[in-house]
């Protein structure tokens, strides 16, 4: 088995362990959960209410369940690197195997379309009633940065991606929100050289004479 450390760090960050079977949030019941999140046993069979598990027994339930998600995911041939490979595991232990099927995720990653397949995985952070889940937000952050960590550097030092974003710039809600993420994480410095090189103070002052 390749080496998913990083997965399996995630899985243990977000979901903690609990030495006793809890419920389901959202029924109150099954599906029960022990350990680090794990909801069948390497035979098959179900957490029940009332099961309990030491550290050890969850840390080996935890690798079985990774090497299994990863088995599945690699039979879907999806070109990914291995750190995409490593941030699924860890998203689809978080969302459950069927649900990551029918997401838009997989066309994306069809497609090559990197970008957009992490941006998807953030939409993952609501309960059944629609409301953010803290806890996934930061889950889904750290589990986007080991997505996208192994991307070729051509396509980011290239101006590539940035140009195409230009172009296709529309200023709907996803794409302002992409932007201001994009803003908050760049060197104000770095920022203020753009601004000089972009003209940008001389575009809004044509902006305005147009008003």
């Known amino acids: 088995m390749s080496d998913y450390s990083r997965a399996i760090k995630l899985i243990k960050l977000y979901e903690g362990f609990n030495e006793r079977a809890?419920?389901?949030?959202?029924?109150?019941?099954?599906?029960?959960?022990?350990?680090?999140?794990?909801?069948?046993?390497?035979?098959?069979?179900?957490?029940?209410?009332?099961?309990?598990?030491?550290?050890?027994?969850?840390?080996?339930y935890l690798l079985k369940e990774v090497q299994v998600i990863a088995d599945d995911l690699r039979q879907l041939n999806l070109g990914l690197d291995h750190s995409m490979e490593e941030a699924l595991v860890s998203f689809i232990h978080s969302i459950g195997w069927d649900p990551f099927l029918y997401s838009d995720i997989i066309d994306y990653c069809d497609k090559e379309e990197w970008i957009s397949a992490a941006e998807a995985m953030t939409h993952w952070v609501f309960d059944n009633q629609?409301?953010?889940?803290?806890?996934?937000?930061?889950?889904?952050?750290?589990?986007?940065?080991?997505f996208l960590s192994e991307m070729n550097a051509n396509a980011w030092t290239s101006g590539e991606v940035l140009l195409k974003a230009f172009r296709m710039y529309s200023a709907t809600p996803h794409e302002i929100r992409a932007i201001r993420?994009?803003?908050?994480?760049?060197?104000?410095?770095?920022?203020?050289?753009?601004?000089?090189?972009?003209?940008?103070?001389?575009?809004?002052?044509?902006?305005?004479?147009?008003?």
């Open 22 to 60: 809890y419920p389901d949030p959202e029924t109150g019941a099954e599906p029960y959960s022990v350990g680090y999140g794990t909801q069948f046993y390497p035979d098959g069979s179900p957490v029940k209410q009332g099961n309990c598990c030491t550290k050890q027994k969850a840390a080996e």
């Open 130 to 146: 629609h409301k953010v889940i803290g806890n996934l937000v930061e889950r889904r952050r750290e589990e986007v940065r080991l």
């Open 181 to 211: 993420n994009l803003e908050n994480q760049i060197n104000p410095y770095v920022l203020a050289e753009f601004n000089n090189q972009f003209h940008l103070a001389d575009e809004d002052s044509n902006y305005k004479s147009w008003e």
